[in-house]
């Protein structure tokens, strides 16, 4: 996220001073416009969006802003990890989607070994993104997880 620095006369004293205005930039994904035409009601929808995401070598998280329609705002890449990890901070997501002017969102999450069981690591930060969704008015929809051919939906087996 790239900060732009602006200067500013002090009025008294006529020192420089320095506002920092953040910048969120977002990158577009070409999707099926039947996809974004409606509102997000699904972890099925979700996946077929993003269902590229099993062919990624590192683990991804994206996260899906939406509006109190449940649709698409905009989306981000929050993470790239390794192989086996992606360090995944609950405060960041909920700043930027805040920043967006999100009412909630969907965490999209990839494992490359191509399974999509939900790791101890998962079950951890989907509960920490739920408890913050709740304390900030701006709940989690879905903790969703992609594998080869597969995916796991927090909110389809219960977890929300």
């Known amino acids: 996220m790239p900060i732009d620095t602006i200067q500013q006369q002090n009025e008294e004293g006529g020192s420089m001073a320095y506002l920092k205005e953040l910048k969120v930039t977002f990158t577009r994904k070409r999707v099926d416009d039947d996809l974004l035409s409606k509102p997000v009601e699904s972890a099925q929808q979700v996946y077929e969006l ?21 649709e698409i705002l905009s989306y981000e890449v929050a993470s790239m990890g390794t192989a086996h990890h992606a360090v995944l901070e609950p405060v960041e997501i909920y700043r930027n989607a805040m920043l967006a002017r999100a009412s909630s969102l969907v965490v999209v999450h990839n494992h490359p070994s191509g399974t999509c069981k939900p790791s101890n690591a998962d079950l951890a930060v989907a509960l920490r993104l739920s408890e913050l969704g709740k304390l900030h008015d701006m709940i989690l929809q879905d903790f969703i997880i992609i594998g080869f051919g597969e995916f796991y939906s927090f909110r389809d087996h219960g977890r929300f």
């Open 50 to 70: 993003f269902k590229d995401m099993q062919d990624e070598t590192k683990e991804k998280v994206v996260v899906l802003h939406l509006n109190p329609q449940l």
